[in-house]
């Protein structure tokens, strides 16, 4: 329920009480014909908005909707020198960007040349097309443009103003009132805005080119071509010039930035009620006579006084309703013993007899609302059928005037062309003498020009074929160049390296060795501890390993001894045969000083050897009987 339904409904109930006390109906009837007239005057705006625009919007909006559809776009390549690990595609552009930067070959893998880096070319689809650019850029004007025309019809559309003025001094018995009143009132009103039926049409049609407007700037490939920079002005490409959706859409473009007008008109109407009719003048009188209750009441102070008897108002009414209330179930309980029925059966036919009248006036009410609205669409064809008939004359009118013009001009036109034959027939002559000059000097002079331009390519193409054999010779020799420096630096590595390893296996043997005779010449002179501790099998291991390492240096100085002792003895026999007959050689001598000496050491050596035998064969059955 809106404000005004209830004021509507406060209003009334306030009359119906007023029209039951005798001294409120005097004071309104001395106030209403009192000689002084109330003046009610009413301004409200209508509006007439030109059609031409909605439609060529209308229009427009079909053709770029399918323009947006036909979703253009264009494949735009990005180039880019990227790291060889990373390329995953390589295409005929990286072949010929490596050709021309051979400096990006530095390396060769199972031979074949691999670059470092390449050139790698990626290509996505772009939806910012000039013509995409365009339909965003019109979406937005059309946006603009209707926007600010429908918020200023709006205004006006819902603008109400109301006036009121009335000047009177009324005695009425006892009473005597004087009042100046002055009313202003202006507001957004609901109820005015819909007298004006026609420009609600063209409203509605406004709103529904905002919306689709709104949908179509919603669209991926608008929000996408957003993004992008906003075109400045116009230039007719190809496609807005021979595409008939496109081609539509700058004629809307054209119109729109051309169009001087506001499109609408506002004209203010002002109803004046002077003076009032006498209804109208009674239900003033009662608003004149509550704003003079309310002074009396609070200018005396009396709401306490007026609040306690309207509570016992309200109290004896109560009473009384009741009483009443009493009354009527007395009735109904004698109704129901002489209907010979019981209450609740009573009840139930009550009920039922309620619920068919209801289901009656149900269908009543239906029934009148289908028979009001049958004849609001009848009254509604009446008025369309006499409208059609009116519009069928005009047009019939129309077409015999047509039929006229046509046929003056099929005369007209068949004249000018018969005209225009003879002087295309006489131009084409001319033409064709023209054209076979210009044939004849264009043959020779293009035949010249092949000629020359052939020269010139194959000079070209023999300069291009030499450089190119040059360049690949160069960047052949270069690699080779490199290649070969970077075998010798593998091959001196590698040498170093094994030079290194066999110093490391030098090294390792002789901190063996050391090892081996230090921890001999320890047990030779008792100096073991119980960190040597060669019972386990690591100590026994580490032990084995150490005498492999002595009885391989053993052998290898004895092979070198043997060579030296050979040496040796074969030069005391050489110096022997050169001395003296019967005299021994100094070195002789020595010789066999040295000689005499190995064989003491090595016969000790015999003897020390089966006691270690002994040694090591009673530990191992020792670790034998452990085990």
């Not at 229009?59 to 690990?85: H, T, Y």
């Not at 059966?345 to 009148?368: C, G, H, I, P, Q």
């Not at 040496?567 to 005391?572: L, Q, R, V």
Request: glycine share 4%; with cysteine.
């Amino acid at each position: 329920m809106t404000q005004e339904d209830q004021l509507y409904r406060a209003f009334g109930e306030f009359m119906r009480i007023a029209e039951e006390n005798t001294q409120i109906l005097s004071a309104e009837h001395a106030i209403a014909d009192a000689p002084e007239h109330d003046k009610i005057v009413v301004v409200h705006n209508i509006c007439h908005v030109e059609e031409d625009w909605i439609a060529a919007i209308e229009r427009g909006l079909v053709f770029i909707g399918r323009a947006i559809g036909e979703d253009r776009q264009f494949i735009r390549s990005n180039g880019e020198v990227q790291p060889i690990e990373k390329v995953k595609h390589i295409s005929r552009e990286s072949v010929q960007h490596l050709s021309k930067h051979s400096d990006m070959i530095t390396r060769e893998q199972k031979e074949d040349i691999v670059p470092d880096k390449l050139y790698t070319v990626e290509r996505l689809n772009d939806y910012a097309v000039y013509e995409n650019r365009f339909l965003y850029a019109l979406l937005c004007r059309i946006r603009d443009f209707v926007s600010v025309r429908y918020d200023a019809i709006m205004r006006a559309y819902r603008l109400y103003r109301g006036e009121f003025k009335s000047q009177k001094k009324v005695t009425a018995g006892m009473r005597r009132l004087r009042f100046n009143l002055d009313l202003t009132d202006e507001q957004d009103d609901v109820f005015a805005a819909a007298a004006d039926t026609e420009c609600a049409v063209y409203l509605d049609r406004i709103d529904k080119i905002r919306q689709s407007v709104l949908f179509y700037l919603r669209t991926p490939l608008m929000v996408e071509v957003s993004r992008v920079e906003k075109i400045k002005r116009l230039t007719k490409t190809n496609v807005l010039r021979m595409d008939k959706n496109f081609r539509e859409a700058v004629t809307l473009y054209e119109f729109l930035l051309n169009y001087e007008g506001d499109g609408y008109t506002i004209e203010s109407q002002t109803s004046v009620l002077d003076p009032v009719s006498a209804e109208i003048a009674r239900e003033l009188s009662l608003s004149f006579q509550l704003i003079a209750f309310l002074v009396y009441e609070h200018g005396l102070g009396v709401e306490a006084y007026l609040k306690e008897e309207f509570e016992k108002e309200e109290k004896r009414r109560e009473e009384l309703r009741q009483q009443e209330l009493a009354e009527r179930i007395k009735a109904l309980k004698r109704r129901v013993a002489e209907s010979g029925m019981g209450m609740e059966e009573y009840m139930l036919a009550l009920e039922e007899r309620n619920a068919a009248l209801e289901a009656d006036s149900k269908e009543l009410v239906v029934a009148r609302a289908k028979i009001e609205e049958l004849e609001q669409t009848v009254e509604r064809l009446q008025a369309d059928i006499a409208e059609l008939n009116g519009e069928i004359e005009e047009l019939n009118a129309a077409i015999e005037k047509l039929r006229e013009e046509m046929k003056a001009a099929e005369e007209e036109h068949k004249r000018q062309m018969e005209a225009l034959k003879a002087a295309h027939e006489e131009e084409i002559a001319a033409l064709n003498a023209a054209h076979a000059e210009q044939m004849s000097a264009l043959k020779t002079a293009h035949a010249e020009q092949m000629a020359a331009m052939k020269k010139s390519y194959e000079e070209a193409a023999q300069r291009s074929e030499q450089s190119h054999r040059e360049e690949v010779k160069r960047m052949r020799s270069d690699y080779e160049a490199r290649l070969k420096e970077g075998r010798a630096k593998t091959d001196a590595v590698e040498r170093e390296l094994a030079t290194a390893k066999k110093d490391l296996e030098n090294v390792e043997h002789e901190r063996q060795l050391l090892e081996a005779r230090l921890t001999s010449i320890r047990a030779e002179h008792g100096l073991l501890t119980e960190a040597d501790d060669f019972t386990t099998e690591e100590g026994f291991n580490a032990l084995e390993h150490e005498f492999e390492v002595l009885g391989r240096l053993v052998r290898d100085k004895w092979t070198d001894v043997k060579r030296m002792l050979r040496k040796e003895f074969f030069d005391g026999i050489r110096a022997t045969v050169r001395g003296k007959k019967g005299q021994k050689s100094e070195e002789y001598t020595e010789l066999a000083a040295q000689s005499q000496d190995r064989r003491a050491r090595k016969a000790a050596a015999e003897e020390t050897a089966p006691a270690e035998e002994t040694v090591k064969k009673e530990q191992d059955d020792t670790d034998g009987e452990n085990g």
